[in-house]
């Protein structure tokens, strides 16, 4: 049994937590939506306090096997790519540490030979003495190959299910393993199984009815808290950004329904996190974060070596797999400042600036919610706090 079966028995199957769900995605009036926010900000205070926990993506490598229509790392753009070496990581970590986080989300485009379950491995070990909360978003593993991840130091995973239209998948993956959906649902299960203690999920919203994969992204959240209890878990909603390849959203997902679609899961699931990326305008964050969100991201780059600068001395093209390096014909390409970004980011502030519009708004921006001497235990059994 997997959440294959039970998503492919959906709606038949549907919960009376997912009715109460879908209930709160019907259209609201302006009275509604407003009462909708004020419980959704309450029930959040009740069990999150004011806290907003910070973090920073550091991305390790623009290097992807896969062919997916709507992200600047497909296979097939022609961009400038880097995969940072180890050592490289640590700098742009060491930069991250010194601006205050200590919660980093290490991510990566999925290609083999540039990115194995070693280099990652590696990766996680270096940063782990100094950066207390270690994730990774990168291409679906084996439970085994998670297992090294997790003894190596990594506490948190992220996989988004980009959609849950069978049918918008198979369009938007046109090559490369991330086109087998199933192998990617299972993924949070494998995950777990290994010993995660964060498990976080979404979908990316623009390439389905937003309702409907709401609904899926719910009912996936709700399966995995019956059957994989010991986690702790996060959702989110990004939305289509401006990114090489050009994509342009085939749905409408506006400020209005996010607003609702964080309100619903809020009043739906009072302790799952919720989380808001910089995708998100300024102007937008400064006034959903009360609402219902309990993480955010500050200051991000979403191109490898993007906070110092490192790997740009190695930037090449990816041409059918192969390494191609950069001639007279193509110094100037992208103007040669460093590697292509996944995509477009809307909110430029800086992390002081971000956590300081947090303080003004009444919240409590939080660098570091995580040690892992928490689970150690001592030799007579008791947790050790030394």
């Not at 096997?65 to 600047?72: D, L, M, P, T």
């Not at 989110?236 to 401006?242: A, E, G, Q, V």
């Not at 964080?262 to 937008?284: D, H, K, N, Q, Y």
Request: net charge neutral; glycine share 8%.
């Amino acid at each position: 049994m997997s959440f294959v079966d039970t998503l492919d028995r959906l709606p038949e199957t549907d919960s009376a937590s997912i009715l109460r769900f879908r209930s709160l995605l019907l259209p609201k009036n302006r009275d509604e939506l407003e009462q909708m926010a004020r419980q959704s900000s309450a029930i959040t205070r009740q069990h999150f306090g004011r806290t907003i926990r910070l973090f920073a993506p550091l991305y390790l490598s623009n290097e992807c096997i896969n062919n997916c229509s709507y992200c600047g790392f497909s296979r097939d753009n022609p961009i400038l790519r880097v995969t940072l070496s180890v050592d490289q990581v640590v700098a742009e970590a060491k930069h991250l540490a010194a601006l205050g986080f200590r919660n980093i989300l290490l991510v990566a485009g999925e290609h083999p030979r540039f990115v194995s379950e070693g280099y990652l491995q590696k990766c996680i070990t270096a940063i782990h003495d100094f950066i207390p909360s270690v994730g990774l978003e990168v291409g679906p593993m084996e439970t085994p190959e998670y297992s090294l991840m997790v003894e190596a130091g990594c506490e948190g995973l992220v996989i988004y299910q980009e959609s849950y239209d069978r049918s918008a998948y198979a369009k938007l993956h046109t090559a490369g393993p991330k086109k087998n959906f199933n192998w990617r649902l299972d993924c949070p299960e494998r995950a777990y199984a290994a010993g995660f203690r964060r498990l976080g999920i979404g979908a990316l919203f623009g390439l389905a009815d937003w309702r409907s994969e709401a609904e899926s992204l719910a009912a996936h959240l709700a399966y995995l808290q019956r059957h994989c209890w010991k986690a702790s878990y996060s959702v989110s909603f990004p939305r289509i950004r401006p990114a090489a390849g050009d994509f342009q959203p085939i749905t409408h997902f506006t400020d209005r329904n996010f607003l609702q679609l964080v309100c619903a899961f809020r009043l739906s699931f009072p302790e799952v996190g919720i989380v808001l990326s910089t995708r998100e305008s300024e102007v937008f964050r400064n006034g959903i974060a009360p609402l219902g969100i309990t993480s955010m991201s500050a200051g991000s780059h979403t191109e490898p070596g993007g906070y110092t600068g490192k790997g740009h001395d190695s930037l090449h093209l990816t041409i059918k797999g192969k390494r191609v390096e950069l001639n007279n014909s193509t110094q100037s390409f992208n103007n040669n400042t460093g590697a292509t970004p996944q995509f477009g980011i809307a909110d430029q502030r800086s992390p002081a600036e971000v956590a300081s519009s947090l303080t003004d708004t009444g919240l409590d921006p939080v660098w570091k919610d995580w040690e892992g001497v928490i689970l150690r235990q001592s030799p007579q059994g008791s947790t050790s706090l030394s």
